[in-house]
C-alpha cells in the first residue's frame, strides 16, 4: 500500500463538512504588533493553500488570512508564545507541540505558552481532526522554532562581533565558550520587531538526538483541569450574560408550522426569537430559560421516515451516487478470475449501527455582538469552519468574527460544526446581551450528528497454498476510511457507496476505518477457520508490510497467542490494521459469565507504531483510551430509532463503557525514530472489535457480523 499522505483530501464520510448552512437568517483581525509589543516574530513562508490546513482543500468561506501568518513571538522577558489554530481537545497536543518547539528552539517547556484556536490571533486552520496535528502541524513548528534559534544566533553574532559558528544556542540563551559572553532570547529580542520569512527546507533535530521531544513531559494544564480551574465554554460567563434555549423538532424532518411564544415572552426578562425555523429564548437564568420554552406552543407537520428494522436494507436501496459511479473505487486484476482459480470462496455481510459520540462536555457557545462584531466562545475543532458558518449565517464579512475555542472537553470528530455558536449568537443579537447556549445531553444524542451506519459486503477466495487469490469490498453509506487491504491479493475490487442516511450523519473517531477493519478482519478470521489455520498464522501469510506485521507479531507475542485453548467461558482473538500512518494490532482476552451470558473483554494487548514518538505517556493514554472507547461499539453501544425519532437520548438508555468494563489493558509502543511522527489519535481504536468477534467465535461457534456484538450478551 502507498504510504499516508496527511495531507490528502478530506474523507467522503466527512458528511458534517459537505451539509447546508444550519439556520437561514435574515472587528477586522487584530493587528499582531500591537498586540504582542515588542520581540521578536517569526512567520512562516508556505504556499497560501496550505499554510495550517491540516491538509486538503479549503471549503468557501474559509479565506486565508491576507497577511503573513504570525506563528512564534519571543517576548522581552524570554517567554515564548506560539500560534497554532489547531484545538486541544483532550489529545493534549499543547503538549506535545510545546515539546517539539522546545526542542528546536532549546528553552524550556515551561517558557512556552501556546496560543491556540483564536480566529483572531492565529492563522488560519482547516481543523483538529484526521490525525493531522503530529505529522503536519508539529514538523510545521520545529521548522519555525528552528528558524528562531537561528535568527538569535545572528544577532548575537552581530551585537558581540564574533563568528557565529563560535555560538551556541541553549538553555533559552546564545553563549559565547571563549569569552563567556551569554544573553538571553529575551535580551536579544528586547526593544526589536523583527519578521523573517523562511521556507519548507530548515534543519531540524533528527528524532534519534531529540532530548526533549520524545519524552513524557507532563501536561503542561494538568493542574489546572484536575483542580477544575480551567474554564471550559459551559463555565463562562461574561457581564450581563443570560441563557438560551431553541425549541427542536420532535423528529427527523419535521416541519414547524406554527409557533406561540407569547406565554414565554410574558415572562420576567424573556427575550423569544421566531426567524424562519428558528424559535429560541433567552432569559436570566438558566431554570428561567427552560420553563421560558416550555412555554412555547409550537405545532409541528412529521415527514415519513424509515426505522431502524429496515436501516440496513434503506442504505442498499438508497444510493446518492450516480448509477455505477461509486464515491471511490479501486480495482486490480480480475476479482473473476480470481475467484474461479480460488477451491475456497467465501461471502459474508457486516453492518455497523449508528452510534453516538457522548463527548463529556456537549456543545455550548457564548456569544457577544459589540458594534456590528461578533465574538464567540465555543467548543469546536473547527474554529475557522465555524467562523465562516457564522459570517454566512448573520451575513456579515468573516473579518466581523472571532471565534475563540477554550480546551474543551473532548470531540472524537462530533464538533466539527457550529449549531451552538450559531443559536447563542442569534439570541444574543435580539436580546442585546451575551448569551450562552448549553445543549442538554438529550439534545447532543438526538441533534449532534452520528458515526455513520453502514453496509458491507465481501467476497473472498484463496488458494490452496493458503494465499488470498481474490477480495472484493463494497461499504455502502458509513464511507471509504481504511477500506483498501493491506493484504497481498492480486485481485481486488473495492469500492465505497454513498447512500441517503434517515439520520444525521458525520465524522467520528477513526471514521468509517473502524467498520471496514470491522469487516475485513472479521473476514479475515472467517476465512482462517475454514482452511483450519490459525488466525495468526494466516494473516502473515498473506501480509508483506514490514510495518503492520511488526506489530502484529509484538501484540501476539506480549499477549501469548496460541499458548491457551479456548472455552466456551474464555476465548481470544486478534486483529491487525493501518490507517492515517499508524499501525496497529489488538489482541483481546473475552470472558462469557455462564449461565447468564454476559460478556467482558477481560484483556486487551495493543501494540502500536507511528513513527518517532514524541511523547510515550501522553502515547499511550490516547491508544488505551481508544480501545475503551472502542468498547462501547464493539459490545453494546446502537442509536435505536424510529420514525425519525431517537429512543434512547440519555446516558441511563444509551450504554457507554464504564468502569466495570474497563479491562485489563497492556500497550506496546513501537518506537520508530527513523521514521516522520504520525498521529494516534484514530487509528488505535480500529482493531478491538474484530479481535471481540474472533474471541466471541471462538468460545460460542457462532459467527457474530454486526456492531454492536452483543448488545444483550450471549444466549445461553
Known sequence: MADHDPRGPIEAERYELFAGPAYRFEVHRRDFFKVLG??????????????????????????????????LHIGEDGRVSVYTGKAEVGQDIRTSLAQVVAEELRTPVASITLVMADTALTPFDMGTFGSRTTPIMAAQLRKVAAAAREMLVDLAAQRWSVDRAALVAQAAAVTHPPTGRRAGYGELSQGQMLVKAIGEDVSTVPADRWTVAGQSVPKVNGREVVTGRHKYTSDLTRPGMVYGRVLRAPSVGAVLVSANTDAAAAQPGVTTVRD???????????????????????EWKPTPQPSGAELFEYLRKNPTDPPGEPRSRHVAGSVESGLASAPTKLDATYTVAYIAHVPLEPRAAVAEWQDGALTVWTGTQRPFGVRGELAEAFRIPEGKVRVIVPDTGSGYGGKHTGEAAIEAARLARAAGKPVKVTWTREEEFTWAYFRPAGVIDVKSG?????????????????????????????????????????????????????ANHFARESHMDELAHALGQDPLDFRLRNLSDARLRAVLQAAADRFGWGKTKATPERAFGLACGLEKG???????????????????VARAVTAFECGAIVNPDHLRNQVEGSVVMALGGALFEAVQFDAGEVHNPKLSLYRVPRFSDAPRLDTVLLDRKDLPSAGAGETPIVALAPAVAGALFAATGTRRRSLPLVPKGVSA
Not at 432569559?283 to 412555547?296: F, I, K, M
Not at 493491506?486 to 439520520?503: N, W
Open 582 to 600: 499508524g499501525y496497529v494490532a489488538t489482541c483481546a482476552e473475552v470472558t462469557i459469565a455462564r449461565p447468564g451470558g454476559e460478556v467482558k
Open 276 to 298: 424562519g425555523d428558528f424559535v429560541g429564548v433567552a432569559a436570566p437564568t438558566s431554570h428561567a430559560a427552560a420553563a421560558a420554552l416550555d412555554a412555547v406552543r409550537a
Open 38 to 71: 515588542a520581540g521578536l516574530v517569526v512567520a512562516f513562508a508556505l504556499p497560501s493553500a496550505s499554510a495550517q490546513e491540516s491538509g486538503g482543500a479549503r471549503r468557501a468561506g474559509d479565506a486565508m488570512p491576507g497577511e503573513i501568518s504570525a506563528w
Open 462 to 514: 484463496v488458494g490452496a497454498d493458503g494465499k488470498l487469490t481474490a477480495w472484493e469490498f463494497h461499504n455502502y453509506n458509513s464511507g471509504g476510511s481504511g477500506i483498501r487491504t493491506p493484504y497481498d491479493v492480486p485481485h481486488q475490487k473495492i469500492e465505497f457507496h454513498a447512500t441517503r442516511s434517515p439520520l444525521r450523519q458525520g465524522s467520528y473517531r477513526g471514521l468509517a476505518a473502524t
